[in-house]
């Protein structure tokens, strides 16, 4: 077994320790597999550990991924998710390519990739990124704007509204990690009241992940965890 395979055995069954310990039913927390900046052959390794679901954050890089599994591997089914910045000039690979967008932060972006989605794909899966700590330097929408954008997503015929995402502040103890966690976990449940196919929390990554089960997550987001400590060098 390789080192990338044992690390997802690992996760996976810390995924389902933390599941049990707060109650949660086995099964609960799908773990999404963060692959940016690594090459297709960790991906492929990946995939031998029977994992599906991958993450990229950078749309060059993340489309030619796609594209080469699309090609070469087509047998594999694997579940694209765009978790990075999108900047509006870029919204059209993102709609031809990719399965779920977690970081739908404004109108613009919405309307975009709903407009660029190709006829025929499924609808894409949508989560509103919010930021939860009101720092001016952190992407995403505030609380209280939430609503409002969920209004547009779910009046899109090709994007499907499925709850939201966030990228706390990172902090190393857990109570505080709770915190922040729990304000997201709120603000799904009130988007649920009003959009019932809203059932989607993204939080939690490799230094967090079990505060964020804790508080309801529903996919974690691991990188590092995984594949190793990532180089920049090559994405300044
Ligand atoms: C890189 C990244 C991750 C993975 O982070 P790790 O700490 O390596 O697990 C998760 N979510 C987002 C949005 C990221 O950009």
């Not at 899109?156 to 990690?177: A, F, H, K, W």
Request: charged share 20%; hydrophobic share 40%; proline share 3%.
């Amino acid at each position: 077994m390789t080192s990338i395979q044992q690390n997802i055995e690992l996760i996976t069954s810390q995924i389902a320790q933390a599941e049990q310990k707060c109650g949660r039913a086995q099964g609960d927390v799908q773990l999404l597999a963060v692959s940016k900046t690594k090459p297709i052959e960790a991906i492929l390794d990946a995939c031998q550990a029977g994992q599906r679901r991958f993450g990229e954050n950078y749309v060059q890089e993340g489309v030619s991924k796609v594209v080469h599994f699309n090609e070469q591997h087509g047998d594999i089914d694997i579940e694209w998710h765009f978790i990075g910045p999108i900047q509006s000039n870029k919204t059209r690979p993102v709609a031809e390519h990719f399965d779920w967008v977690h970081t739908v932060d404004r109108a613009k972006i919405a309307q975009r990739l709903n407009d660029q989605r190709p006829q025929g794909m499924k609808p894409i899966q949508v989560l509103i990124q919010v930021n939860t700590s009101s720092e001016a330097s952190k992407s995403g929408v505030d609380s209280e704007q939430v609503l409002e954008l969920a209004q547009l997503i779910s009046s899109l015929p090709n994007l499907t509204l499925r709850g939201v995402m966030s990228i706390p502040e990172n902090v190393s103890d857990y109570q505080s990690q709770l915190i922040a966690f729990k304000a997201l976990a709120e603000v799904k449940n009130l988007l649920a009241e009003k959009h019932p196919q809203v059932d989607t929390l993204s939080m939690g990554m490799s230094g967090d992940m079990e505060a964020a089960i804790e508080a309801g997550s529903t996919i974690v987001r691991i990188g590092t965890a995984i594949f190793g400590a990532r180089d920049y060098s090559n994405k300044a």
